[in-house]
């Protein structure tokens, strides 16, 4: 398996403007997460879905955020409008129910806002 | 509100050293807590993961223990390499309703091991 799958790997944009981040979790896992990485906050759960389903987005920022998974295989986390203070490097997880309780992270993408 | 520490926030030691990184908890009502490892521009790999009814795990030349009345862990590293050097995060599952996947995150404590 190759893992879970993150696109783009880095992405610089001005404030404002539309982020979209992608992730593709492994085949077969149940649960998808979306981590924020910071210097200040350390790690931090976002959002997380169970079959596609939004489970718990208590640690969604802001309504400038928003995370979708339309099906198994492919998840998106939005910024509309990306503001500085959003730089961050942002992580995609997936686990698999019944499984141990570890989640398989991917590369992250490096977000920049100027 | 449960807060994960971890103590130092930066090791250096030389190869064949062991390590030993500390991973402090305020809140002892956990299902489990793990060892995870970060390299520069990647994820994080699970390495360990205790249970809270156990009071040690190991793999290799790594040992985790867990303490849950005294809120700790230690993760031991054997004969330590320059391939062990990382960012190393502990992070536990709160026992509260509803909590599976919402781990809580140390800071890290990142480890260079000089040849």
């Known amino acids: ?114 | 509100k449960q807060e994960v520490t971890q103590i130092p926030a930066a090791l250096s030691v030389p190869e064949g050293e062991n390590l030993v990184l500390n991973c402090s908890f305020t809140d002892s009502a956990i299902y489990n807590l793990q060892w995870f490892r970060q390299d520069p521009g990647k994820g994080l790999t699970s390495l360990l993961l205790i249970q809270s009814s156990q009071r040690e795990q190991t793999s290799g030349r790594l040992n985790a223990s867990l303490d849950k009345s005294s809120g700790r862990s230690t993760l031991y590293i054997a004969a330590s390499q320059p391939g062990d050097s990382a960012t190393y995060l502990c992070a536990v599952r709160p026992r509260l309703p509803d909590s599976w996947g919402k781990l809580q995150f140390g800071a890290g404590t990142q480890v260079v091991v000089t040849p």
Request: aromatic content about 10%.
């Open chain 1, 1 to 114: 398996d190759a893992g879970v799958i993150q696109s783009p790997r880095h992405e610089v944009t001005e404030m404002g403007q539309e982020v979209t981040l992608r992730c593709k979790p492994i085949s077969g896992h149940d649960y998808l997460f979306w981590y924020r990485q910071t210097m200040m906050r350390g790690l931090e759960l976002l959002i997380y879905f169970n079959n596609n389903v939004p489970i718990d987005d208590s640690g969604m920022p802001e309504d400038r955020f928003s995370a979708k998974m339309p099906n198994a295989s492919f998840s998106t986390l939005k910024i509309q409008p990306s503001e500085p203070r959003d730089s961050a490097v942002y992580f995609c997880a997936s686990s698999r129910a019944g499984g141990p309780d570890t989640q398989y992270f991917g590369p992250g993408t490096r977000l920049t806002v100027l």
